[in-house]
Structure formats: structure tokens, C-alpha cells
């Protein structure tokens, strides 16, 4: 099946500082992406996704970088705050679904 | 609101005993799916469905059942057969063919006891 790792499994912020999620996909033929946040005990909540036609997404607070090149992914949080504290897992879509281990992010105050 | 919910938050089965999770959706979507969740492991398929009265098994459906008489709804049964049943079981739905992304419920966590 498809393979779509994270480079680090936990990452601690201070509050306020830019966070850095990374994501490679292992699919060259993936073109669509999706990072999602999941807060303990719930369900993933879509957060950002990004087509294979663009290379930067920017939302409320979060960027979406792709790179086709290398097939990396990563999530930008700006101001980092505590309520961001949670797993994010990227999502690659080729004919289905295949989605990442996830980072935890703690964020202290 | 439209959404995705499943019932119930927290499920306790006894060894031996089959026990349905609940899914339902609002959504109009046409696509329904299971994921278990397992601590430092991404999501697994278990099952999807793509059209009512039509499902196919997913990565790892060996001990699980399911059924999709309505287009809402998406029950997934956890047979005694599953002989690692304590999880966290998450069902989402999406569009036919999905490349618009999925909306996940609020997830059943799942424990034997």
C-alpha cells in the first residue's frame, strides 16, 4: 500500500513561535493533499488541502507547502497557541485515502 | 447542522460478543468509510461503501461486518472473530470517489473487557 511518513513524531513549540509539520508521500501520482488536525478522544478536523497544480496554499493562520520534486509536505502554524496543541497527520490522495502516522504538537505557554 | 455522528462515544464488549458501532450522516454524501486507530499507527481501512446496498472490504476487514441499507447510514459490527477489538474506530464520509476530502465523525473508542 502507499506509504506517507512524518519526519518527527513530536515537536514542542513556545506560544507565539511558527511551528514546522513535515510530511513525505511516497506516490508520485498523488495529486491531491490534505492535513488534518485530531485533539484527543475526537476525530480528525480538516485544516488546509492543496491540489498537485500548486505548490503554496495559505489559510487563517496555516500555510500548505508542497514540493513535487521531492514529494514533501509541510504544514506552517503561525503564533502557534495552545488550543493548536494536537496530532496533525497529512492525507495523500491517489485513488484513495492513504494517511500519514501524525506529529504530536505541544505547545507551551 | 450537517455532519457525521457516531454513536457511541465509548463501547465496552465482553470476549465473545459481537457489538455494532453507529454511523449516520447528514451530509448527502454517497461514500461512507471505517478506520481503526491504533496509538502511533495511521488510519486503517476497514471497510467502504460507495453506494447503498454495495460495500467492499478494506486493508484489514477480517472480524468486521457492515451494511448500507440506507444512504445515511453505515453500522460496522465488530464480530468475536476480531481478535484485537480495542481501538478507536472512526467513520467518515465523502463525496462519490472522495478527491474532495473526508469528514470524519467524533470517533467510538472501542475496549474489551
Known amino acids: 500500500g502507499e506509504s506517507v511518513g512524518l519526519h518527527l513524531p513530536t515537536l514542542s513549540v513556545q506560544e507565539g513561535d511558527n511551528s514546522i509539520i513535515n510530511c513525505a508521500y511516497s506516490?508520485?501520482?498523488?495529486?491531491?493533499f490534505i492535513w488534518y488536525k485530531q485533539e484527543s478522544g475526537k476525530g480528525p478536523q480538516f485544516i488546509i488541502d492543496?491540489?498537485?497544480?500548486?505548490d503554496k496554499r495559505q489559510g487563517q493562520r496555516v500555510t500548505v507547502l508542497l514540493n513535487k520534486t521531492v514529494k514533501h509536505l509541510s504544514l506552517q502554524i503561525a503564533a502557534t497557541q495552545p488550543g493548536d496543541s494536537a496530532v496533525y497527520f497529512c492525507?495523500?490522495?491517489?485513488?484513495?485515502?492513504?494517511f500519514g502516522t501524525g506529529t504530536s504538537l505541544t505547545v507551551i505557554p | 447542522d450537517g455532519g457525521i455522528t457516531q454513536s457511541p462515544k465509548y463501547l465496552f464488549r465482553k470476549e465473545g460478543q459481537n457489538v455494532t458501532l453507529s454511523c449516520e450522516q447528514n451530509?448527502?454524501?454517497?461514500?461512507m468509510y471505517w478506520y481503526r486507530q491504533d496509538p502511533g499507527q495511521g488510519l486503517r481501512l476497514i471497510y467502504y461503501?460507495?453506494?447503498?446496498?454495495?460495500?467492499q472490504k478494506g486493508d484489514i476487514a477480517e472480524g468486521y461486518s457492515v451494511s448500507r441499507e440506507k444512504k445515511e447510514s453505515f453500522p460496522l459490527t465488530v464480530t468475536s472473530a476480531q481478535k484485537n477489538p480495542t481501538a478507536f474506530y472512526l467513520c467518515?464520509?465523502?463525496?462519490?470517489?472522495?478527491?474532495?476530502?473526508?469528514?470524519f465523525g467524533s470517533g467510538t473508542r472501542l475496549t474489551v473487557v
Open positions: 492543496i491540489r498537485s497544480n500548486m
Open positions: 461503501s460507495q453506494i447503498v446496498n454495495d460495500f
Open positions: 506516490n508520485s501520482a498523488s495529486d491531491y
Open positions: 492525507a495523500e490522495f491517489g485513488n484513495q485515502f492513504y
Open positions: 467518515a464520509s465523502s463525496m462519490l470517489g472522495g478527491r474532495d476530502g473526508y469528514t
Open positions: 451530509l448527502n454524501h454517497d461514500a
